[in-house]
């Protein structure tokens, strides 16, 4: 079944008020729009409400539909303001993030991905390696493992953060931020997109100058992933990524790239 686009739901910690954006989240919501759970479902609420308990706070959420406009699946943003990446002047640039992706009926695997969020330039960040993801399927295995999920993920905050701190530290010489740069574009748009990659390396602010490999890494990643920013072979703009499965995907496999650099 192909999926239509989905809209981010801002949201200040307000479970009240997400529950009542993402009415997926409640099962009896569920049952009543014939959308059969599993019997050891793995409910979002209760990793949301399991974290919120360690100090992250809800950011916002989104709710995937097909092209039935069923509800197919829903991905909750949490953020936790005690861990950062630090900018030279000591300020706090990013803060660490937690997305939480979930199906509705079970056929998928709840996902749990640590990142950071950018606040310069509003834009999310994936990272990629053993230590920021966790998966469960929805089974008696996955359901009770899911306590020691979220412990090991709380545990691995800091590692994180400092996993993307290690990027300052590596500088690129111009052959290196084109190849990933074209790494970048194959992993949106496939092998043969035909397009200039030295688009992706535009820097829009000041803060995004420089060489060294978390400068590179967060103009390439907004550059592909924000409309307007690169043009197409034929000399028209492209769109950005809506939608948000697709944007962690893509996010994803750009700090995979970036970290074999690291």
Known sequence: ??????????????LNKLQAFIPSLDKGWRDNQKIKSKEYQIETLDAIEGFQKEGW???????????????????IKMQHPDFGIKNNKGQTEAIATLNISNSCNGSKPIEMDLGAFRQVCSNGMIAH????????????????????????LNSKVA??????????????????AIAYA???????????????????????????????????????????????????????????????????????????????YA
């Open 129 to 152: 390696h053993k230590y920021s993801s966790e998966k469960a399927q929805h089974t008696q295995k996955g359901f009770f493992s899911l306590p020691d999920i979220m412990a090991r």
């Open 1 to 14: 079944m192909r999926t239509t686009k989905s809209n981010f739901i801002p949201l200040n910690n307000d």
């Open 159 to 176: 590692i994180v953060m400092e996993e993307f701190n290690k990027f300052k530290n590596v500088e690129l010489d111009p052959a290196k």
């Open 182 to 260: 074209g790494w970048a574009a194959e992993a949106r748009f496939g092998k043969d997109h035909g397009i200039n990659v030295e688009q992706l390396l535009n820097v829009v602010r000041e803060e995004d100058e420089g060489n060294d490999l978390w400068s590179v890494y967060n103009r390439v990643q907004e550059n592909i992933t924000q409309s307007d920013r690169i043009y197409n072979p034929e000399g028209r703009l492209i769109t950005g990524i809506n939608d948000p499965f697709e944007d962690k995907r893509v996010n994803k496999e750009l700090f995979q790239l970036a970290y074999a």
């Open 57 to 75: 706070n809800i950011n916002g959420a989104y709710e995937q539909r097909g092209n039935d406009r069923r509800i197919k699946s829903h991905m």
